[in-house]
């Protein structure tokens, strides 16, 4: 649940008669995304007081539209959306589908260790424990690359999943790959590791610097079980902590599967 300040819309009690007797009443504008945090009551049904509260609950969406003009890895199978129809049975009216083509490290995507390693745990043996529950965005802006040092100011305290803001996120609407993309040295994923991280994500489609021949990143985490979430786009995500949703397609024996991910805070 959200840290913000509850903004109390009516507070009320009720007199030794049972009559209702107005405290406080305060004009509050609703949030656009917002639930009704359930009541309280105090005292008996004779000496009670009710609140009623306003909650903003913001969704973040941080999946890339699959488009067939999106950046791709260069090399990486091209996306292919074709529009088909054909009429229905009874002559009545259209129907539309899609016919979909593109590689399993499409857009927002997780790697699993099969990815890399020919004997690694393939996804659908993952539990989806992992791709759920608490994670945390730390902000990593002005770098080329991530490395130990930019890691260790932050608070690490029961983090098990964590996203990195880079200036990549701003380069998602490049129209083209960014080649200059921000990364993760071989430092920086040792130290993850010796913080017992199970995820790691990142906004955009490697984890690894481009071209790179031996992948270190990958195979520090991939050898260990650990998964990447890879193509996030955080531009319009605070650092902080939320709950991570991050559920790939269901493809057996898979080395990774595009995703949808949401934060919830």
């Given at each position: ?15 030794e008669?049972g ?6 009443r ?112 730390f ?13 260790e ?17 701003a380069h ?17 994923a ?7 991280v ?68």
């Open positions: 649940m959200t840290n913000e300040k509850r903004i109390p819309l009516v507070a009320e009690e009720r007199n008669i009559e209702q007797v107005p405290l406080a305060e004009r509050v504008k609703l949030p656009q995304f917002q639930f009704i945090h359930t009541f309280c009551e105090q005292g008996n049904a004779r000496d009670s007081t009710r609140l009623v509260y306003a909650v903003k609950i913001m969704i973040y969406d941080v999946t890339v539209p699959i488009t067939n003009t999106m950046p791709i890895w260069p090399g990486d199978p091209p996306v292919e959306l074709v529009p088909m129809s054909h009429e229905s049975r009874n002559k009545t009216h259209i129907v539309n589908l899609t016919a979909i083509a593109m590689g399993s490290h499409t857009g927002t995507h997780i790697d699993a260790p099969f990815h890399m390693i020919k004997s690694g745990k393939r996804l659908h043996e993952f539990s989806l424990e992992i791709l759920v529950g608490k994670a945390t965005v902000e990593v802006p002005g770098v080329r690359s991530i490395r130990r040092a930019d890691l100011g932050f608070d690490w305290t029961s983090v098990e999943r964590v996203l990195f803001k880079t200036d990549n996120s998602w609407w490049d129209g083209k790959f960014y080649e200059e993309f921000v990364y993760l040295d071989a430092g920086g040792e130290f993850l590791v010796e913080r017992g199970r995820l790691v994500g990142i906004d955009y489609l490697s984890i690894d610097k481009f071209r790179s021949d031996a992948h270190p990143a990958h195979f520090i985490f991939l050898t260990k079980n650990i998964l990447i979430l890879e193509g996030l786009n955080l531009s319009a995500v605070p650092g902080g902590q939320y709950t991570l949703y991050a559920l790939p397609l269901k493809l057996e024996d898979a080395d990774g599967a595009p995703a949808r991910v949401i934060l919830v805070n």
